[in-house]
C-alpha cells in the first residue's frame, strides 16, 4: 500500500486560483466595548452598500474590548482586527492600514451615526467634487439626548472655530466622527496621532494637501452604551495639536509683539525717564521692556525650531519663514552677529565695574546700564546658541 496526497477538490482549487476582488468601499469602525452598538452599526453599513450595489467591506478595529463585540461583529459580517495600542487614533491607524477599498468611510460603532447614509458620503467621491467628506451634525438633527449641552454649545464650537481661524478653514463641525475619503486622500495626509486629536489632524492634514473638502448634514443619535470620552482631557488633546501644528500663534505672534514692546520701550528709556501718557516712565517700565524683549526674542527663535524641525519630519510643508531662516541663515553669521552683541552688553557691564571702582566702591545710581547691557548679554548668547541648533537642524540628510 502506498500514501497518496488527495488531490484539491475542483471547487477548493477554483477557489486557491482566483484572485482576490478587493472591495470597492471599506467601512473603518474603531470598536471598545460596543457589544451594544457594534451588529447594527456593521448591519447597517452592509445594508447601506448593498442596496447601492457596490462591492464593500466593514473592518471593525477591535481596540481591548473585554466584552463580546469582536464576536458579535465577526457574527453581523464585519472583517475584525485587533490593535492592542489604546486610543482613538490608534484605532483608525489600524483600520485603515487593513482596509482594502477605493473609497474609505469612518464612524463609530455606537449607533450615534446614520450608516444608512454612506450613499450620501460616497456620491461626492465617485463624482470627483471631493477628496474628504465630513459629516456636519451642527447643520443636522442632534436628537435628544445625542450630545451634552457643554459639547454642543461650548467645546464644539470652540474647538471647530479655533480650526477655523488658525488654519483658514470654513468647516462647521470640524470633529464629527463620520467621514468618507478616497484612498489616494488618506495616503495624502500621512496621519499619526494616536489619540482623540486624530480628527483635528485629518482636518489639517486635508488641508495642507490641498484636498477638496465637503460637509454633508446629518442626523446624530444617542449612543448605545457607555461613553469612552474624556471631556476636558480629550479637549486639551485637540487644543494642544492645533498649537503645536500652528506654532505661528502660539510662539511667533507673541514673541514679535513682546520683541516689539520691549525694543519700544528700552529705546524710550535708554536716555533717561520720560512722560508719555501723563506719566513719568522710569526704571521699572524698562526692566519690564527688558524681560520683554528678552522673552519675546525667544519665542521667536523657538518658533523657528519648530518650523524647521516639523519641516524635516515631514509635519509640515515648506513655509516662508523657514525659506527665509534658510537664505540668511549660516552658522558662521549667527555667532558673529550674536556675539558682537554679546560683546556689546559685556563692554559696557565692563565699563560700569570700572566706574565703580574709580569711586572706591562707593554709591553709584546705574540701573538703567545694568539693565540694557544684561539684555544685550542674554540676547547675544540666545543667538550663539540658538544658532547651532538651527544649524544642526538643517544639515542636509539623505
Request: proline content about 5%.
Amino acid at each position: 500500500m502506498t500514501d497518496a496526497t488527495p488531490a484539491p477538490a475542483r471547487g477548493d482549487q477554483a477557489a486557491e486560483e482566483r484572485p482576490l476582488v478587493s472591495p470597492l468601499v471599506s467601512v473603518i469602525m474603531p470598536c471598545l466595548d460596543e457589544e451594544e452598538g457594534v451588529g447594527p452599526c456593521v448591519e447597517t453599513a452592509l445594508a447601506a452598500m448593498a442596496e447601492m450595489g457596490i462591492s464593500g467591506e466593514v473592518v471593525v478595529v477591535d481596540n481591548g474590548s473585554t466584552d463580546r463585540s469582536a464576536e458579535i461583529a465577526r457574527a453581523a459580517g464585519a472583517r475584525v482586527v485587533q490593535e492592542s495600542r489604546r486610543g482613538y487614533g490608534s484605532a483608525y491607524l489600524r483600520g485603515f492600514e487593513e482596509a482594502r477599498g477605493r473609497y474609505l468611510v469612518m464612524g463609530d460603532a455606537d449607533r450615534t451615526y446614520p450608516f444608512e447614509d454612506i450613499p450620501k458620503f460616497l456620491e461626492p467621491l465617485i463624482e470627483g467634487r471631493a477628496d474628504l467628506v465630513m459629516g456636519d451634525r451642527l447643520g443636522g438633527e442632534i436628537l435628544p439626548g445625542a450630545m451634552p449641552w457643554s459639547h454642543r454649545w461650548i467645546g464644539n464650537p470652540i474647538l471647530s472655530g479655533m480650526l477655523r481661524i488658525l488654519f483658514k478653514t470654513r468647516i462647521a463641525d470640524a470633529h464629527c466622527g463620520m467621514r468618507s475619503m478616497t484612498r489616494e486622500a488618506w495616503d495624502r495626509m500621512e496621519l499619526r496621532t494616536t489619540g482623540m486629536e486624530f480628527a483635528s489632524e485629518m482636518v489639517v492634514g486635508a488641508l495642507r494637501a490641498g484636498l477638496r473638502i465637503d460637509e454633508i448634514p446629518i442626523t446624530y443619535h444617542p449612543r448605545e452604551g457607555e461613553s469612552k470620552l474624556a471631556g476636558v482631557r480629550d479637549a486639551w488633546r485637540h487644543v494642544r495639536f492645533m498649537l503645536l501644528y500652528s506654532p505661528s500663534y502660539l510662539f511667533q505672534l507673541p514673541g514679535m509683539l513682546l520683541m516689539a514692546a520691549g525694543a519700544f520701550l528700552i529705546l524710550a528709556l535708554a536716555g533717561g525717564p520720560r512722560e508719555m501718557f501723563g506719566h513719568t516712565w522710569d526704571y521699572h517700565p524698562l526692566l519690564f521692556g527688558a524681560i520683554a524683549l528678552i522673552v519675546g526674542y525667544q519665542l521667536v527663535l523657538f518658533d523657528t525650531f519648530a518650523k524647521i524641525f516639523a519641516e524635516g519630519a515631514g509635519l509640515a510643508p515648506p513655509g516662508r519663514w523657514v525659506r527665509w531662516v534658510r537664505s540668511l541663515f549660516s552658522l558662521e553669521r549667527g555667532l558673529i552677529v550674536g556675539g558682537l552683541v554679546f560683546l556689546a552688553g559685556f563692554g559696557l557691564e565692563a565699563k560700569i565695574v570700572l566706574d565703580w571702582v574709580r569711586v572706591g566702591f562707593g554709591e553709584m545710581m546705574a540701573v538703567r546700564g545694568v539693565v540694557i547691557g544684561m539684555t544685550a548679554m542674554v540676547v547675544g548668547l540666545q543667538t550663539v546658541f540658538g544658532s547651532f541648533l538651527v544649524s544642526l537642524m538643517l544639515i542636509e540628510r539623505r
